[in-house]
């Protein structure tokens, strides 16, 4: 088969399964899962026809797709992919550039320049940031955190790039007690040691209580949070980040899914003083409905971030605001095209309505469950429903029940040590029809499992 045909044919299939995305179970059964040990066959010798390859691909595993990309999914804050920001990718993936800077890249690179802009407009953070497009939210706050460490370094005349950690001034790290395991992923990786990192206390919302903060100084890194993973909530900025400043610390912001609150006015609110901190982490692939490798490291100091991250080459020297010198990544992938397309086609509202429309939602689902007797223990101030049945073990059943039922899904966590599961409204195609079908699960299995 020629390229053209295969590409058609791998057109082919992914419109099949967009189409199927409605009625598709939320999760693959066991029949599903049991046929992957299909795909355990010995790497040939001379290799087998690609449209065999695309036909294993899409008959052995996208059959055993979760299906995340549909309207039943409440798992983990997922988020779907909207349409123009999938044919974005598909379109990019064509271009194969290696969008490391203008030089490699001039298309795309003026394609992320421009979404860099508007993610600045529209999360109202400083203008002159630095925007780096990576992975993740991990990868991204990473390096912030790196940046953080590194400026703070600079202020008391040591150079981390020179002369690294050895013999270094000791910098602090102040997290909330509950913050997200990947930012104790990032820490752990940058050599700060999780029983070094200072805890702060929560109230029972999960926000940190600005009273019980560790005193701050000119050596510390403070990371807040803008939307915790189980309640959606948000630090107090305000207090906080003067706290920061008055100390002269560093403060960095992962908000992976919440920063996109400041996208509306009715939800903003819980962002003010936020453009005060020094960095903030978002990611594109949840919130914003992007398709997967779509995070933003952002940073006030646009030399702060470029400091730590240049990777110039005698072969590849660039200008301190191109991709490879703001990200981990040399060669990458353009990920800020996706995040450029969703953001142009919705515009300042549509991406405000959506980001509304999840709110009420959750509001709406956390009232029908209290009528229906669960005990829904958050404020729901987001997206985020954190729920429990009559008792742990009866909680447990209900996620285990909802789960195996093919017709949503969401996940189990634990919440101030005993199990809960949480509902997070962050697909856009999630209707009305869609949340009834939910409740209809839970009325079904009912707060005792
Ligand atoms: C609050 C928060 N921070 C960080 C992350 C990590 O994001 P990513 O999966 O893009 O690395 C997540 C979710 O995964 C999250 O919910």
């Known amino acids: 088969m020629n390229e053209l045909d295969l590409l058609q044919e791998a057109d082919r299939l992914a419109r099949a399964y967009t189409a199927s995305i409605e009625e598709r179970d939320a999760f693959p059964n066991e029949e599903a899962i049991a046929t992957l040990s299909d795909l355990d066959e010995p790497l040939s010798d001379s290799g087998q026809s690609a449209l065999s390859t695309l036909n294993v691909m899409n008959a052995v595993a996208g059959e055993a797709t979760a299906a995340s990309n549909g309207p039943r999914y409440f798992g ?13 990718d598909r379109l ?14 001039p298309g795309v690179h003026a394609l992320e320049q421009q979404a860099a802009r508007w993610v600045l407009d529209i999360l109202q953070l400083p203008q002159q940031s630095a925007v780096a497009f990576g992975t993740s939210a991990t990868a991204c706050g990473l390096s912030c955190i790196a940046a953080a460490r590194a400026e703070l370094l600079a202020r008391k005349g040591w150079s981390l790039v020179e002369n690294g950690l050895n013999g270094a001034p000791n910098i602090r790290v102040v997290v909330s007690e509950v913050t997200h395991v990947t930012v104790k992923k990032s820490l752990q990786i940058l050599g700060f040691g999780w029983s070094n990192v200072e805890k702060a206390e929560t109230d029972p919302q999960g926000r940190i209580i600005p009273e019980k903060l560790p005193k701050l ?15 959606g909530e948000f630090d107090p900025f305000v207090p906080l980040v003067q706290m920061a400043r008055d100390a002269g610390a560093w403060v960095h912001v992962d908000g992976a899914f919440g920063l996109w609150a400041r996208s509306t006015p009715q939800l903003g609110h819980l962002t003010d003083g936020i453009d005060g901190a020094d960095s903030w982490t978002t990611d594109g692939h ?13 940073c006030r100091d646009p030399q702060a971030l470029a400091r730590v991250m240049n990777s110039d080459a005698v072969y590849s020297n660039a200008s301190a605001d191109s991709q490879k010198n ?23 509202d549509g991406v405000a309505k959506m980001v509304e429309k999840h709110h009420e939602q959750a509001n709406q689902v956390a009232e029908r469950l209290r009528a229906l007797g669960f005990d829904v223990l958050n404020r729901v101030v987001l997206n985020q429903v ?14 285990q029940t909802a789960q195996a039922s093919g017709r949503v899904w969401f996940g189990a966590t634990v919440w101030e040590g005993r199990p809960a599961f949480r509902i997070s409204l962050s697909s856009f195609r999630t209707e009305e029809r869609h949340i009834e079908e939910l409740i209809d699960v839970l009325a079904q299995i009912g707060p005792t499992g």
């Open 386 to 399: 954190l729920v429990r049945g009559k008792d742990d073990e009866a909680t447990k059943r209900v996620v």
């Open 326 to 348: 703001l990200t981990l990544e040399f060669s990458r992938k353009a990920r800020g095209v996706s995040v450029w397309a969703a953001l142009r086609t919705l515009g300042r």
């Open 76 to 88: 983990f804050v997922l988020g779907a992919s909207l349409p123009v920001a999938a044919a974005a």
């Open 286 to 298: 949840k919130w914003l409905n992007t398709p997967y490798d779509s995070a933003m490291a952002i």
């Open 92 to 105: 990019a993936l064509a271009w194969d550039q290696c969008a490391s800077s203008s030089d490699s890249a």
């Open 217 to 231: 100084d000119d050596q510390t890194i403070l990371i807040l949070q803008a939307g915790e993973v189980n309640t």
